[in-house]
């Protein structure tokens, strides 16, 4: 039981890392249909933003030393990704093949360069000791970060819920995903929505990188790639475009790869996943959420 | 019959390269018949044909996969696993693999062709994870995981083992590069690859001709699949054994990059771009050790010591500027290929 209980909430730390990473993915497909392969170097540079903060701030104690890293992380994620939207994506605009392409060529560069400032080897990246720590629960002792990841994915998913019901940028991004062509003849300029998508879908890639620094103890330039393939499948048995279906597939991989891993044998839950995939498109071709954006 | 001048007068060519003691300054480290030069040689050879290959569904049926790199893994470590883990003989390991490079891609390729599009390119990529997976998970100690596995030299026919016989691996790579050649030209103008070619361009106009669409795709499915096992296997020779980079979804945005840079759909295209990629990126591994490199300023020098971030910035560059690659040099408007791809990728 203690250890079924473990492997829930670990499963569903994971994915609460995977929905970070793919509502940005979602998004930015719903609304620009651009699958976007520079997600996870939007999460390498988010990680290493924090790590790189961090590393200088060596006065500090470790909590407020951890927030201010983790804030820089963000903020380093957004205005790299906006600048990705205005500088790269944006001139090839109605183009997707191309705009494609550049996220893949840059998805390739980014992670390359890391590698060159930083080595191909992991920097362990400190966190708070209560993180470390351990809560019982049902006798499972669970490590404290999980709930951190798990809380922050509920708190990204209330937040973009209410900016995109609320506001009128959130109203503009709706109708742009339902249908761009309309929302553009009612004379609204919809590529500033654009923009403000990427940030966001930068945004919560860097929340997962800090949080992935903080589940693993590390941050390591090949991260981004391996959680990328993920939230893929993530945003695909989701259904693009589509934030709650995103959310529910998301926790049903996460617990899958976990449950599979432990009760099966490892590395048995990453082919579970696939398997998954492969099933919900041969049953549902768009995704569990119905209709394809 | 005139279409076949150029490409066998290129043939001859490159067929007497290990003849040749010339020194060509820059572009190679030694002259070329010397064992490294001709080892660069070949697997620009192979890259090459495989980025054909990967043309044949990207742009000439307008498919996006993802996971091409599967199929060549599967001829690097299929053979590499037959021949020493079971020790079977080199002819028996070729066989079983030919018939997994055709079971395989039929199989997977029935499955992922049942959707389109953007799902297509997913089920692709998730197929050649699982492949990665398994890889690195090392079944039975077969695959040895992340250490790669070298082959057993003593079941490797013996022209083709040691420095002294890299020409005849160059000879080799050069037949198979050329059969692929033939292969693709021939099956792009055979009447299914002009129905390939159609699906690109419109494929419910394909379907309300009368043709099932979902066969011609299988059909190129297979066909890419097991050309790209073929030259797995002679990767497999051209290095002694298998790394599991060959697995990576990274290996397959090469290809994918080397198609685009070379330019899509075009006859030469492909090929120029798997072949100069491949240069390019041992090259500048080379390069990043010089003396003029490691004198540079820390700034520039960083990101050049890392070959795969020049070749991104310069894929971006292509895409940018040559937006119909090396091939459609010169030409100013956006390939066709592209904008049907778009569309087909929209519906």
């Known amino acids: 039981m203690s250890t079924f209980v473990l492997l829930t909430i670990t499963g569903l730390g994971l994915g609460a890392m995977y929905f970070l990473i793919a509502s940005g993915l979602s998004l930015i497909y719903g609304l620009m249909g651009v699958l976007n392969f520079a997600h996870g170097a939007f999460l390498t540079v988010g990680a290493y933003g924090a790590w790189f903060t961090e590393s200088k701030l060596g006065g500090l104690s470790v909590l407020p030393r951890f927030l201010i890293a983790a804030l820089a992380g963000l903020v380093v994620g957004a205005v790299f990704a906006g600048l990705v939207e205005l500088v790269l994506i944006r001139p090839l605009y109605r183009r997707h093949i191309e705009q494609v392409l550049v996220t893949v060529g840059l998805g390739l560069a980014v992670s390359a360069l890391v590698v060159a400032i930083w080595g191909n080897d992991a920097r362990p990246f400190a966190s708070p000791g209560w993180l470390g720590d351990t809560t019982t629960v049902l006798g499972a002792r669970v490590p404290n970060d999980r709930w951190v990841e ?92 589509s934030l709650r279906g995103t959310a529910a597939a998301a926790v049903v991989v996460g617990l899958l790869q976990q449950y599979a891993n432990y009760y099966a044998s490892s590395g048995l839950g990453d082919l579970s996943v696939v398997l998954l995939l492969g099933l919900v498109l041969l049953v549902r071709p768009g995704g569990l959420s119905g209709s394809f954006a | ?218 059909m190129v499915f297979v066909l890419a699949s097991f050309l790209a096992t073929a030259g797995g296997v002679v990767y497999l020779l051209l290095l002694g054994g298998a790394t599991p980079e060959v697995t990576s979804p990274n290996f397959t945005l090469t290809l994918l990059v080397m198609v685009v840079i070379g330019g899509t759909g075009t006859r030469w295209g492909a090929f120029l771009g798997g072949a100069l990629y491949t240069w390019a990126d041992q090259r500048l591994g080379d390069a990043s050790a010089s003396h003029a490199v490691s004198s540079l300023p820390s700034v520039v020098r960083t990101p050049l010591q890392q070959p795969l971030f020049v070749l991104g910035v310069l894929f971006i560059l292509v895409v940018f500027f040559v937006p119909g690659g090396l091939a459609r040099i010169g030409r100013v408007r956006r390939p066709r290929t592209l904008q049907r791809l778009q569309e087909a990728m929209q519906r």
Not at chain 1, 210 to 233: E, H, K, M, N, Q
Not at chain 2, 65 to 81: E, K, M, P, Q
Not at chain 2, 107 to 136: D, E, K, N, Y
Not at chain 2, 153 to 168: D, R
Request: proline letters at 3%; charged letters at 10%.
């Open chain 1, 150 to 241: 798990i809380l922050t994915a509920i708190a990204v998913l209330v937040a973009l819920n209410a900016f995109l019901r609320r506001t009128r940028y959130g109203l503009i991004i709706r109708a742009g995903v339902e249908n761009r062509a309309m929302v553009t003849a009612l004379g609204i300029d919809v590529r500033r929505a654009f923009t403000l998508v990427f940030a966001i879908g930068g945004v919560a890639a860097a929340v997962a990188g800090v949080l992935s620094g903080v589940y693993f103890g590390t941050v390591d330039p090949a991260r981004g790639t391996s959680l990328l393939i993920f939230a893929f499948i993530v945003v695909v048995i989701g259904g693009l475009g």
């Open chain 2, 1 to 218: 019959m005139r279409r076949l001048v150029v490409p066998a007068a290129v043939l001859v060519v490159l067929a007497f390269v290990p003849k040749l003691s010339v020194d060509i300054p820059y572009a190679f480290k030694s002259a070329l018949n010397t064992p490294g030069t001709l080892q660069l040689l070949a697997l620009c050879l192979v890259f090459g044909a495989v980025a054909m290959t990967y043309d044949l569904l990207f742009g000439y049926t307008g498919l996006l996969s993802f996971g091409h790199a599967l199929y060549f893994a599967v001829g690097v470590y299929i053979v590499d696993i037959a021949i020493t883990r079971w020790h079977w003989s080199f002819a028996a390991a070729l066989a079983f693999t030919a018939l997994v490079g055709l079971v395989l891609p039929a199989i997977l390729g029935a499955v992922s062709l049942r959707v389109g599009g953007i799902a297509f390119a997913m089920v692709t990529l998730a197929f050649a994870q699982a492949g990665s997976v398994l890889v690195f998970k090392n079944p039975y100690n077969w695959t040895g995981g992340e250490e790669g596995l070298g082959a057993d030299y003593t079941k490797l026919p013996q022209g083709l083992v040691g420095i002294f016989n890299t020409k005849h691996l160059y000879w080799v790579a050069l037949v198979f590069a050329a059969a692929v050649f033939c292969v693709v030209e021939w099956a792009v103008h055979s009447s299914p690859g002009r129905v390939w070619q159609a699906i690109r361009e419109n494929e419910l106009r394909v379907q309300v001709l009368g043709l099932r669409p979902y066969g011609y795709k299988l």
